[in-house]
């Protein structure tokens, strides 16, 4: 694809540079002269200092013969008017934007009722925008949900029910699985589980049946959901009620945050969460520095307490005892403090930590620190734009393994080459590995095996190494 990015920024950059590692042709703008020295110095791409918000500058870069553009400049405005100017030329373009602003959001039931010619049949999209990604939705919802699954690890999930899940474990000293070859798992337990990555001092691998496993190792483990505590319990990690939970940061993320786990307290969907208990402002604090922050905040959540304090105060730590909580989650804008505060609070006694950072780099770091499960914002913003830039077949994306690897949820159409073959048949060890598949007109998963022949309409989820466009082309026919 020829890709056009307004903005060259970290995640400018960083998706500029997933996307050349694909073979992309890529075209990178910013109207910061220092930025764009950075950019040209870390891409081999064509970079260039210009208003990205300006259509004459954007068709003398060549805006008439790319494929896809995509906005992630500072502002939401820039990035919004720019698609926008785009689009009134180049309706065909690809048109992707990040929006932080809530305000821009149209609630689709609200709006087809009052406007219902408007928004049916064909129509542009609102704005002129195929996709807005919002970074802090898309922290919050990976935080939800480690705290869904106690905070013990990473997980991605898939299904409507999320019939299954990727659970990222470290094998623990005096594990059954320390020093075991990986085909003789099903010597240990009847689950069904599929071993979907290795990680030893950090290389992440596709591993084989020869693949031995050592205490240290980190693993991610695919299985059903009603299984993951039984996998848990093997790799040696045991999952506690979280009763007190605790979160440092009252601003966008954390406001996000705090709705989910209160909402779904009152639901009682997070009963086996926090330990069955029926007082939810005895278990959930809030806990902000900005006095008006805290305002909103106990106004906003009248049933939780609202603590107005520096969470690395030692005086104010014990005051509240908020070393006695099960779990803090830091999700302040500030993200190497929130590495911190997490840090320091589990040297006090916290049992569990789950750190905001702003990306992949930092997840080795947080893991020394001891900090159970870390959060890149500006990944999860990549992953959520990559989705869309791999065609129509692809409907999502999920780096793991600190980005190592990408887990793709495709579509299987009629020019696949894969169609009427078997896993057997296209088994390729160590280039790939085919997690689930969803049979066409099926609504639920199953675990593949060497008989399973695929058809066009099939939904497949896929383990591949990050970049390996080869092989998503192989099964989606894009």
């Given at each position: 694809m020829n890709i056009m990015i307004v903005g060259a920024g970290f995640t400018g950059i960083q998706l500029a540079r997933r996307l050349i590692n694909e073979k992309n042709t890529v075209t990178l703008i910013d109207n910061d002269a220092d930025v764009v020295s950075h950019a040209s110095n870390r891409l081999d791409c064509s970079?260039?200092?210009?208003?990205?918000?300006?259509?004459?500058?954007?068709?003398?870069?060549?805006?008439?013969?790319?494929?896809?553009?995509?906005?992630?400049?500072?502002?939401?405005?820039i990035n919004m008017i720019t698609c926008s100017l785009v689009d009134a030329v180049y309706p065909d373009i690809l048109k992707i934007a990040r929006v932080r602003n809530y305000a821009y959001y149209v609630n689709k039931n609200s709006a087809t009722e009052h406007h219902a010619e408007t928004f049916t049949?064909?129509?542009?999209?609102?704005?002129?925008?195929?996709?807005?990604?919002?970074?802090?939705?898309?922290?919050?919802?990976a935080i939800v949900s480690a705290v869904?699954?106690?905070?013990?690890?990473?997980?991605?999930?898939?299904?409507?029910?999320?019939?299954f899940e990727l659970t990222?474990?470290?094998?623990?000293?005096?594990?059954?699985?320390?020093?075991?070859?990986?085909?003789?798992?099903?010597?240990?337990?009847?689950?069904?589980?599929?071993?979907?990555?290795?990680?030893?001092?950090?290389?992440?691998?596709?591993?084989?049946?020869?693949?031995?496993?050592?205490?240290?190792?980190?693993?991610?483990?695919?299985?059903?959901?009603?299984?993951?505590?039984?996998?848990?319990?093997?790799?040696?990690?045991?999952?506690?009620?979280?009763?007190?939970?605790?979160?440092?940061?009252?601003?966008?993320?954390g406001t996000i945050v705090a709705d989910h786990i209160i909402q779904k307290g009152k639901n009682n969907i997070?009963?086996?969460?926090?330990g069955g208990v029926r007082k939810l402002s005895q278990d959930f604090v809030i806990i902000d520095s900005d006095k008006e922050a805290c305002k909103a905040a106990s106004e906003r959540y009248p049933d939780a307490k609202v603590f107005c304090g520096d969470a690395t105060d030692e005086s104010?730590?014990?005051?509240?005892?908020?070393?006695?909580?099960?779990?803090?989650?830091?999700?302040?804008?500030?993200?190497?403090?929130?590495m911190v505060i997490c840090a320091y609070l589990e040297s006090l006694g916290v049992e569990k930590t789950i750190a905001l950072v702003s990306h992949s780099a930092f997840i080795p770091i947080t893991r020394k620190l001891g900090v159970e499960v870390a959060v890149p914002l500006r990944d999860t913003v990549v992953d959520s734009i990559m989705s869309h830039l791999r065609g129509k077949s692809v409907t999502g994306i999920h780096t793991v393994?600190?980005?190592?690897?990408?887990?793709?949820?495709?579509?299987?159409?009629?020019?696949?080459?894969?169609?009427?073959?078997?896993?057997?048949?296209?088994?390729?060890?160590?280039?790939?590995?085919?997690?689930?598949?969803?049979?066409?007109?099926?609504e639920n998963y199953q675990l593949p095996h060497g008989d399973t022949v695929f058809s066009s309409g099939d939904h497949l989820v896929i383990a591949v190494k990050s970049g390996n466009k080869r092989i998503l082309e192989k099964f989606s026919g894009d």
């Open positions: 970079v260039y200092e210009a208003d990205g918000n300006n259509l004459e500058n954007l068709e003398e870069l060549g805006l008439s013969k790319i494929d896809a553009l995509v906005t992630v400049t500072s502002s939401d405005e049949g064909k129509h542009r999209p609102l704005y002129g925008i195929d996709f807005m990604i919002h970074p802090d939705v898309e922290a919050a919802q869904e699954h106690g905070a013990v690890s990473d997980v991605v999930s898939f299904g409507k029910d999320d019939e990222a474990i470290e094998i623990g000293k005096g594990s059954s699985l320390d020093g075991m070859a990986l085909k003789n798992i099903r010597n240990i337990t009847e689950k069904k589980v599929i071993v979907v990555y290795v990680e030893k001092d950090d290389e992440a691998s596709l591993p084989a049946g020869d693949t031995v496993l050592h205490a240290g190792d980190r693993i991610g483990v695919l299985s059903a959901r009603e299984d993951v505590k039984s996998v848990l319990a093997i790799c040696g990690t045991k999952v506690e009620a979280l009763k007190k939970i605790a979160l440092v940061g009252a601003g966008r993320i997070f009963k086996k969460i926090l104010f730590i014990q005051e509240e005892q908020i070393d006695k909580f099960n779990l803090v989650i830091s999700a302040t804008h500030n993200h190497e403090m929130n393994s600190n980005g190592n690897l990408e887990i793709v949820e495709c579509d299987l159409n009629a020019r696949s080459s894969i169609n009427g073959k078997t896993l057997k048949e296209i088994a390729a060890p160590g280039e790939y590995l085919m997690l689930l598949v969803k049979k066409g007109g099926s």
